[in-house]
């Protein structure tokens, strides 16, 4: 089983960028979907951004779509998440996960818990001046 370490969070102003990384270990990404995803206290775990293995098709979710870049690169068994316009509302646990999935992008992102069995401790990101 894939382990997944996240990093890049911290606190950021109004309308600045962040990017998180999401490093693999204990196998190649070549063949795994990943996802990204986040959690605000009080809310539900929200799939913002999710990127197959095959064709690297993406899925973002509204809230995120033009401000948000998902990508990965195999050769550092990393995927990475760009955050651009960042929000107070964008603040939350942000936490990566793979599987082996064979479904749509958007199907993957929403039906996280069905999908996706390696999941990353978390880094949080907080959006405030």
């Known amino acids: 089983q894939v382990q997944l370490v996240e990093s890049g969070g911290g606190l950021v102003q109004p309308g600045g960028s962040l990017r998180l990384s999401c490093a693999a270990s204990?196998?190649?990404?070549?063949?795994?979907?990943i996802g990204w995803f986040r959690q605000a206290p009080g809310k539900e775990r929200e799939g913002i951004s999710c990127i197959n293995s095959s064709d690297n098709s993406t899925y973002y979710a509204d809230s995120v779509k033009g401000r948000f870049t998902i990508s990965r690169d195999n050769a550092k068994n990393t995927v990475y998440l760009q955050m651009n316009r960042l929000k107070p509302e964008d603040t939350a646990v942000y936490y990566c996960a793979a599987d082996l999935i064979l479904t749509t992008v958007q199907a993957m992102c929403v039906l996280s818990h069905i999908y996706f069995g390696s999941w990353g401790q978390g880094t949080q990101v907080t959006v405030s001046s």
């Open positions: 204990g196998s190649t990404l070549d063949y795994y979907a």
